[in-house]
């Protein structure tokens, strides 16, 4: 079983809709939990993360964390086509000397205009 | 905003070369790290290091590849003689403080081709 596994999409919806992305793990050590964008050929870029289980809003971002089912998930309202790009979920247990990021495969979202 | 930058942008080496790939992470971070993407795959973990010394290093790390902060700015990736397999986008991360993984900030990455 994969550390972590994420639908790789593609993911394709009309502007303005509600887009759910998700993952789920297997490693209980996990406490952060982020989601990071990436346009194609280029690095990475952190978009939110979390603590442990719960809820965090960021403007049209909302990341939720179950820790008891070991399911993630970031929701984006009012999408826009400027969203179109491929969305890692990344985890790290939290471990002085284990700061390490386990990705998903990422999942590409199209908004289509 | 400060940034992680990289460079080169794209580095085309020949199997059994060295190269050396450079990152600049923010100036007032502590703790960096790489990563790789092979095209297609996910971004993988390969090394973290703190205090001029590595802290953890995966099984990809082999002895082929070093890290090195030579001066108080950059921080490199050396890969000693290189496979095919080598050929990946390879991301520079930084972070403020030890204990704070959620919040690595990534470079726009080199990409390696090795032919």
């Known amino acids: 079983q994969k550390e972590v596994e994420q639908d790789p999409g593609p993911l394709s919806v009309p502007e303005g809709a509600i887009v759910s992305l998700n993952c789920t793990y297997s490693n209980s050590a996990f406490q952060y939990f982020m989601w990071y964008r990436q346009y194609s050929r280029k690095g990475p870029e952190l978009l939110m993360y979390?603590?442990?289980?719960g809820n965090k809003e960021d403007g049209r971002f909302t990341a939720q964390v179950d820790k008891s089912s070991k399911y993630i998930s970031l929701f984006i309202r009012d999408s826009q086509p400027s969203d179109s790009a491929t969305y890692l979920c990344?985890?790290?247990?939290?471990?002085?000397?284990?700061?390490?990021?386990?990705f998903g495969t990422g999942t590409r979202l199209t908004i289509i205009p | 905003e400060p940034e992680v930058t990289q460079t080169p942008s794209h580095q085309v080496t020949q199997m059994g070369q060295e190269v050396i790939l450079r990152c600049v992470p923010i100036s007032n971070h502590l703790y960096f790290y790489w990563y790789r993407q092979i095209l297609g795959q996910k971004v993988e973990f390969l090394v973290s290091?703190?205090?001029?010394?590595?802290?953890?290093k995966s099984e990809i790390f082999d002895d082929q590849f070093s890290v090195e902060r030579p001066d108080g700015s950059n921080f490199t990736l050396k890969i000693r003689s290189t496979k095919l397999e080598d050929s990946a986008m390879y991301f520079c991360a930084s972070s403020p403080v030890l204990g704070s993984s959620y919040e690595q900030y990534f470079g726009p990455g080199t990409r390696l081709t090795v032919t």
């Open positions: 979390t603590y442990s289980s």
């Open positions: 290091f703190y205090n001029n010394e590595i802290s953890e």
């Open positions: 990344a985890m790290s247990a939290w471990d002085f000397g284990n700061e390490k990021l386990t």
